[in-house]
């Protein structure tokens, strides 16, 4: 840890505390879904809390302490999740889970989303937080992550024609028992995952000896940032109305951009009507999506200077520049395709006991696969 960045600190802050204030004249709700993101932003960052380098680790080195990690938060969250989603409502606003179709469409999104993370070096949630951190090159993965999922909204029709199921949930299906069915399931998983490590403890890398928890500067442990986002989460269902997203926010901002540069929105049935028609009538200020993601960027920006660590870092590499442009520009496509990323699909997903969660990481994971090779091939990493 180096020394706080006091006065870029203080900067932060008083951003975070103006945003704070105007967000409060459109409602509570705007201005608490903004501090929750910046709270995202600093888990993620103190906990070095990372989706696609989770995977990464795995399939390399076989450590998977960072899997584990995430089976420890959608247990929590599932638990945390289950009553408020049966009673459906907190007080008189609706609550609703992150649930979709179970469908091929889903499963090619999220493979295609599972190359894309390793070429892109991180995932949604990952792209924000270490551009918050100064990262130049996830800057480049974010803007074609946002062009991707934009291209996807208006070309969606295409894979309509594919099979699909109606949303399958464990709570609705089975009420207390499809909550006990998906956290033995957790469990189990969890098992497994803690003997393989106990097996290859031998050969993993050696770490270098933990730090002092610091909850103001960090480091924090991976469990200490899987119960944070798990709260976290938990906390958008009830002043949103439903889980943690994130790709929906680069969806609009793609289509705002696209629209400031001549892009005629009447030429989409999508942008043309319903929700994609008022969301680009509107400010991003007022969504939902937009205040998190930003969040997410402030957050991280503000425990990164806490940590005396705040620096902006280009690409290392041409290789590296051409890497993020696909990989962003398959995570963007692909996140829309299956229904949501690593956020809104899989944690919110699963949270939220849909079976297109679990139908999420299992394709997400094959396209892992493929990905940690071309990432290989494109950066010689």
């Excluded at 967000?23 to 960052?45: N, P």
């Excluded at 990952?126 to 800057?139: D, E, K, P, Q, R």
């Excluded at 030429?267 to 999506?289: C, H, M, P, Y």
Aim: aromatic fraction near 12%; charged fraction near 5%; proline fraction near 4%.
């Amino acid at each position: 840890m180096g020394r706080p960045q006091g006065k870029v600190v203080l900067s932060f802050l008083m951003i975070t505390l103006g945003i704070t204030v105007y967000l409060l004249s459109i409602s509570w709700r705007h201005s608490s879904l903004f501090l929750i993101g910046a709270g995202f932003g600093i888990t993620l960052y103190h906990a070095g809390f990372g989706f696609a380098s989770a995977y990464r680790k795995w399939f390399r080195q076989g450590e998977v302490d960072g899997m584990l990690a995430q089976v420890l938060m959608l247990s929590i969250a599932t638990l945390l999740f289950a009553p408020f989603l049966l009673h459906g409502t907190l007080g008189a606003s609706p609550l609703r889970g992150a649930l979709a179709p179970v469908a091929v469409q889903g499963a090619i999104g999220a493979f295609l989303f599972g190359v894309g993370m390793q070429l892109g070096s991180g995932c949604a949630c990952g792209t924000l937080y270490t551009i918050g951190a100064g990262s130049m090159g996830m800057g480049i993965t974010l803007v074609s992550f946002m062009a991707g999922s934009f291209w996807e909204s208006v070309t969606s029709s295409l894979w309509q024609s594919l099979p699909r199921h109606a949303p399958i949930s464990l709570l609705n299906s089975f009420g207390w028992y499809g909550v006990l069915l998906q956290l033995s399931l957790l469990a189990l998983l969890g098992w497994v995952l803690w003997r393989y490590k106990s097996l290859t403890r031998s050969a993993a890398v050696v770490k270098p000896p933990s730090q002092p928890l610091n909850l103001i500067h960090g480091p924090w442990s991976l469990v200490g940032g899987a119960i944070g986002l798990a709260l976290l989460n938990w906390l958008t269902l009830l002043v949103a109305g439903r889980p943690w997203g994130v790709t929906w926010g680069f969806t609009l901002w793609g289509a705002k951009l696209a629209q400031s540069l001549g892009w005629n929105p009447s030429t989409s049935e999508f942008w043309s009507q319903g929700v994609g028609a008022e969301a680009l009538k509107n400010s991003i200020w007022s969504d939902f999506t937009s205040l998190t993601n930003l969040g997410v960027i402030l957050g991280a920006a503000m425990a990164a200077a806490l940590a005396g660590r705040l620096s902006l870092r280009p690409p290392i590499s041409v290789a590296a520049v051409g890497a993020a442009l696909l990989g962003g520009g398959m995570m963007g496509y692909g996140a829309r395709l299956a229904f949501g990323c690593n956020v809104g699909a899989y944690f919110g997903g699963i949270a939220s006991t849909s079976l297109h969660g679990w139908l999420w990481i299992f394709f997400a994971l094959l396209g892992t696969g493929v990905g940690v090779r071309l990432r290989r091939l494109i950066m010689n990493d």
